[in-house]
């Protein structure tokens, strides 16, 4: 992974200490790395298991939240009793018109969606 991109999409998201951020298909970390350095409760969606196991392993923490669940399955209402939620995810293409659509709908309109394909 470049990590200079990695630190350059994270960095498109402007985190403050106390901030939502869900990252959708987190993989191998390159983003979610950068991500648990911040004062942020992190939310996870990966689907694939063998994702999940690793995730879980490298990035416990109490700040960090994981759901082994398909990103368009996944309802984001449920996060919002923590208030205004950031989304960033590396999307692979079949999925990515799809996610979008359904996410927008679903945003509260002091969040924000930061994807890249």
Do not use: C
């Amino acid at each position: 992974h470049d990590m200079n991109l990695a630190r350059w999409i994270v960095g498109q998201l402007r985190v403050r200490s106390g901030e939502h951020v869900v990252e959708i298909g987190p993989g191998l970390g390159a983003l979610t790395e950068l991500l648990v350095r911040e004062d942020i409760l992190l939310t996870l969606i990966e689907k694939d298991q063998r994702m999940v196991k690793w995730l879980r392993e490298r990035f416990a923490s109490p700040r960090v939240e994981l759901f082994h669940i398909d990103a368009l399955d996944f309802d984001l209402r449920t996060l919002y009793g923590s208030g205004p939620i950031k989304i960033i995810g590396n999307l692979p293409y079949y999925v990515a018109t799809a996610l979008i659509a359904k996410y927008i709908s679903a945003l509260s309109p002091a969040s924000m969606l930061i994807l890249t394909l």
